[in-house]
């Protein structure tokens, strides 16, 4: 079993999963859009993207499906089966068209237009990806100012999937420190090893750097 992969978001979510529960799970580091790579990836995912996990006779791509899969494969309940399962799937639900897309908006604009030179920031872009951010941020500050975590008393893969762009926030500067509950929640992320460095002794390209 292999998991292609690179060092850009969703990627990086889906090998802190992998490397979080110690699945059995080789890594590859891959460029599906890259000039001349698009054959050898097609068939394992139509989109061009990553994550994908080569099992044998498929291929299955989405960081969630794979963090499912993973878990599933782990006997772990970080993707939660039981009653909590709900409460889960509205967080990731709920994050992806609020609290990740509104990080993703401004990632984009400071983050990945600028390491690859697609093009210049757009300011108007960054206001409203910043203005969705408030929004959405306030709703989870609420919310963690009562628990430790989005879902029960540990974490989930609610919790990782929430801070997919966070650990890019040095390219992204999205405020979370106005928000106390908020970053006490992302501390205890980065309290996690395998949250903190998902590429240790991976082979893989750094990211192209953010100009000066
Ligand atoms: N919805 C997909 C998004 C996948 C995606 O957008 N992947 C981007 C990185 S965040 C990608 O493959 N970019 C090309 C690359 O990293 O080489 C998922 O959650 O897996």
């Given amino acids: 079993m292999k998991m292609y992969f690179s060092r850009n978001p969703n990627p990086r979510l889906a090998v802190t999963v992998g490397r979080y529960l110690k699945a059995e799970v080789a890594f590859e580091f891959a460029a599906p859009r890259a000039q001349g790579q698009g054959d050898r990836y097609l068939s394992l995912n139509p989109n061009l993207l990553l994550p994908i996990l080569e099992l044998p006779g498929k291929a299955l791509w989405e960081a969630d499906a794979i963090a499912c899969w993973f878990s599933r494969h782990t006997g772990s309940d970080f993707w939660r089966t039981g009653d909590d399962e709900p409460d889960m799937i509205r967080w ?30 757009d300011q108007a872009m960054v206001e409203e990806g910043l203005k969705q951010f408030h929004a959405a941020a306030r709703i989870l500050e609420a919310e963690l100012s009562g628990r430790a975590w989005l879902v029960g008393n540990s974490v989930s893969f609610a919790d990782f999937r929430m801070g997919t762009f966070l650990p890019f926030n040095d390219a992204a500067r999205l405020p979370i420190d106005d928000y106390p509950s908020l970053r006490r929640w992302y501390g205890q992320l980065e309290g996690i090893e395998a949250w ?17």
């Fill in 92 to 121: 990731i639900s709920w994050g992806k068209e609020n609290f990740v897309r509104a990080c993703d908006m401004v990632h984009w604009e400071r983050g990945t237009k600028q390491r690859y030179r697609i093009g210049p920031c």
């Fill in 196 to 212: 903190r460095r998902p590429f240790d002794g991976l082979d893989a390209p750094e990211l192209p750097p953010l100009p000066k």
